[in-house]
């Protein structure tokens, strides 16, 4: 079922939105440096296929002229206003730090070092945690499972979805947790990555996958039963948090660490 007063546009954005949600992912070294897409796995692309997702997707939640999608669009880009540039920050730091934008290169470097000890890293890591919390729309943040109209932003923009198109934007959704928890372990923990293509490094990259993936997943569980929901009004001050702590590792590679 589509609202009469949509346009095409409401069709259409789900599939861009699942779309580049999976081409983002797909640029993610997930088991080894070696893997194919390694070369075009740009992060700086990664974050613009992302803004075009959650471009897509606030259109689409303006597009049917509801109020609860106008409000659901407009608490999105207030989050996505003070997440992108912590985002960028974080970027920044690992780039200098590895002198390069590849996300498979990062995760070599790293893994090649002891570059995850250094406090550029540490501060870095910090900021991706509360700008993924953000990003996918958790708690603190947001409560992604419900519809309680004064707290939703990413559910009040999928209230007239149905069918193939809500299971699309849900999707995309859950493959943007997957994602930011990826990148996480990736860059920041990347042992166990598969440094040769054979059957038995890459049984072993999934398995130390797997349990850091857990162990993350844990982490996440934990903190959304031990913490509530924020108001609205003070999302702003927990990114510009995440900002501060990407800025504070920008700082600390290029007073402390540009000599090493």
């Not at 075009?52 to 002229?65: E, V």
């Not at 708690?139 to 419900?146: A, E, Q």
């Not at 509530?228 to 590792?249: D, I, N, T």
């Amino acid at each position: 079922m589509v609202a009469r007063t949509a346009s095409p546009l409401f069709r259409i954005a789900p599939y861009v939105v699942f779309a580049a949600t999976l081409l983002a992912a797909a640029a993610l070294p997930v088991l080894s440096t070696l893997l194919p897409g390694a070369r075009v796995a740009d992060a700086i692309a990664m974050i613009g296929l992302l803004g075009l997702a959650r471009i897509m997707l606030t259109l689409a939640g303006l597009d049917a002229g509801t109020p609860f999608g106008g409000m659901g669009a407009s608490r999105e880009m207030l989050v996505t206003t003070f997440a992108e540039p912590a985002l960028l920050l974080v970027v920044f730091t690992l780039a200098m730090t590895t002198h390069t934008t590849n996300l498979a290169s990062m995760a070599a470097s790293t893994l090649a070092g002891d570059s995850v000890l250094r406090p550029s890293y540490m501060f870095a890591l910090a900021a991706l945690l509360l700008v993924g919390v953000a990003e996918c729309g958790r708690i603190p943040v947001d409560n992604p499972g419900t519809h309680l109209e004064l707290t939703m932003i990413h559910e009040g923009m999928l209230l007239e979805y149905s069918g193939r198109h809500l299971a699309l934007m849900e999707w995309a959704a859950q493959l943007k947790l997957a994602l930011f928890a990826v990148l996480t372990v990736d860059l920041f923990l990347p042992w166990g990555l598969a440094t040769r293509l054979t059957p038995l490094t890459l049984l072993g990259a999934f398995a130390a996958l797997a349990l850091k993936l857990a162990a993350l997943g844990a982490l996440l569980a934990v903190s959304e039963t031990v913490l509530a929901k924020m108001r609205l009004f003070r999302v702003p001050g927990f990114l510009a948090m995440a900002f501060l702590l990407a800025l504070l590792g920008l700082f600390s590679h290029v007073i402390l660490e540009s000599a090493l």
